[in-house]
């Protein structure tokens, strides 16, 4: 799929967030820096009722988000080094309970991370589109991409 404009990454987002089993759902998304993935959750939490300002995990590593029947977590592992921090913040729990998970540089955190439910790749083109790559993991992916 390609995202030429950012209507088209909203709406992208939008047909996503409608997908009733998403709120047990975790999404690992992947691409280079500026490729769009925060701009992708961005949406996606919006189209999902998330209020306010919507910042980057990439400090925090992580960042709650709660609407009426989900919870939400956006992980940014860019900066995630040590993998103590995993046991030490309590992400084990996290990935081990109910809500959507939403993971930018999971393969910082390789070893770790359970398998994702749905693979998102992001790659920039020459002309500033994306090309959007969808990997379904599990039966729970195949089901958000229909």
């Keep these: 799929m390609v995202l030429r404009t950012e209507d088209d990454t909203r709406a992208f987002a939008a047909k996503l967030a409608a997908h009733p089993q998403l709120a047990n759902a975790f999404i690992e998304l992947h691409g280079d820096l500026g490729a769009g993935k925060t701009t992708l959750v961005r949406h996606l939490l919006r189209a999902l ?56 540089w999971p393969e910082k955190a390789e070893g770790l991370l359970p398998r994702a439910d749905l693979v998102i790749r992001i790659e920039m083109q020459s002309d500033e589109s994306r090309n959007v790559t969808l990997l379904a993991q599990t039966p729970l992916g195949q089901e958000l991409l229909q």
Excluded: C
């Design 49 to 104: 009722g998330v209020q306010g300002r919507v910042k980057s995990p990439t400090y925090a590593v992580v960042e709650p988000h709660e609407v009426p029947g989900m919870s939400i977590w956006h992980f940014d592992f860019f900066r995630f080094n040590d993998p103590r921090e995993w046991e030490d913040a309590g992400f084990r729990d996290i990935f081990a309970g109910d809500g959507l998970k939403l993971a930018e």
